[in-house]
């Protein structure tokens, strides 16, 4: 499934303050972007609305920036534009990827955001890192970064509703998250992610998106990344943190 058509128009109200400008999202990875061997390239495989993308090109990195949403591709051009810098563009899904790139093309490909689980089942998820592993030179890294689906999985079925209003583009709103946890790991789950943004005169705007994926314990994650040619090199996994790193090197 593509999705995100919907929430792509708002997606900023997902992003934290501190992500939100392009430079400041690239500089939360300064430890593996040092790293980078002179005249890098650079492929950002989930995009999203572009900040990371645009973060790297405003340091003269050279940046494709690929998402499997048209919506979110449009996105990042236009923030592209809007800072005045050089990113080439491209809706792909990550299997289509080398149908695009020549194989050894990329010094470092990141795929963040939590978008991995979206990869259909222990053969989407596998397909997908082959995939950014054959655009990687020998040598050249892959950074993700995964929700801690353990955690996400103990608390089961539920509904989270923002405790504060989030502000962007001088509106208001609050995010509501609606996870629906299938019975086994394997299974399809669901998330809806709704943003409700709410106007000073009374009515609000709701725009929702009802999301699959399939999750995954870190040790499967790294038995995956194994199989696709990746070492773990680097991972911040903690199971009682909401999140964690992971840099694979191309054996």
Known sequence: MTGYDVLAEVYEWLISDGKLPPAEFAASFDDVLRLLPPKARILDCSCGTGQLAVGLAGRGIQVVATDASEAMVRRTAALSEEHGTSVQTLQATWEELPDHFQDNTFDMVFCVGNSLHHAAGATGRTAALKSMSRLLRPGGR??????????????GSR??????????????????YRWDIAPNW??????????????PTGPVLVRSELLSCWPYQHKQLEADLHQ??????????DPNAENYLVVATKL
């Open 186 to 199: 394997d299974d399809e789950h669901h998330i809806e992610i709704a943003i409700a943004q709410v106007d």
């Open 228 to 237: 696709s040619g990746l070492h773990t090199s680097l991972t911040t996994f």
């Open 159 to 176: 509904l989270d509703i923002s405790n504060h209003l989030v502000r962007r583009n001088n509106r208001d709103a609050v995010i509501i």
């Open 142 to 155: 892959l950074v993700l970064t995964s929700r801690t689906w353990e955690l996400v999985r103990s608390r």
